[in-house]
């Protein structure tokens, strides 16, 4: 699974989820477009510029914290915040939509899903009583019961989608962990884009 935000601290960092990466340096970050959070009050004054004290988030992606020996509770409390939000940050530049099959032709559900079986290579996870499709950053999501009421059933779509080898084919979210899962609350839609890498 992709990282989906950075850690930035000299000493070891333990019950961190597995989505976050823990590296030494500023340096060391591989994806500066995920959240950082900065551990540590000389980290911090020597990593960002224009630093205050006063102010915790720097922007929308740039956090410090302090160290655990100066200041426990505030360390604790903001590393699992930080990591929190890593999650709602990524569901956030995920684009969802809904298809209902209600409004459509049956004729286009059918193309649809062969489409989905001739893609180049697409991320599905089939669970939660749906398929989630994923592209880069863009999940589409039909419901497995409206698909079998209009005749269309489980058994068929997982082998039209299985068809095309280059897919990646989930039907358990195995791997993600409960922690992330439960942060996700009702974005299940992410969980495709979140497997997809």
């Known amino acids: 699974m992709q990282k989906l935000g950075y850690i930035v601290t000299n000493s070891s960092v333990r019950e961190i989820p597995n989505y976050i990466d823990v ?4 340096d060391e970050v591989e994806d500066k477009t995920k959240p950082i959070l900065i551990i540590g009050y000389k980290n911090a ?4 510029k224009d630093f205050s004290i006063l102010r915790k988030s720097v922007n929308d992606r740039l956090f410090w914290t302090f160290g655990k020996t100066e200041n426990h509770e505030d360390y604790l409390t903001d590393i699992r915040n930080f990591c929190q939000y890593c999650v709602r940050y990524a569901i956030s530049s995920v684009e969802y939509t809904y298809i209902n099959v209600l409004t459509i032709s049956r004729n286009t559900i059918k193309k649809m899903l062969q489409k989905l079986s001739s893609e180049d290579e697409l991320c599905i996870y ?6 989630y499709c994923c592209k880069g950053n863009k999940v589409a999501g039909v419901s497995l019961s409206i698909l079998s009421y209009c005749g269309i ?3 068929r779509v997982a082998k039209i989608v299985t068809r095309n080898k280059k897919n990646k084919v989930f039907f358990s979210a195995k791997g993600i962990s409960y922690e992330l899962m439960n942060t996700m609350k009702n974005n299940k839609y992410a ?3 979140f ?3």
Do not use: P
């Open 153 to 155: 059933d489980y058994q």
């Open 195 to 197: 497997l997809s890498s």
């Open 126 to 131: 089939i669970g939660e009583g749906m398929v």
């Open 45 to 48: 004054k020597n990593g960002i």
């Open 191 to 193: 969980l495709a884009y």
């Open 23 to 26: 590296v030494s340096s500023l």
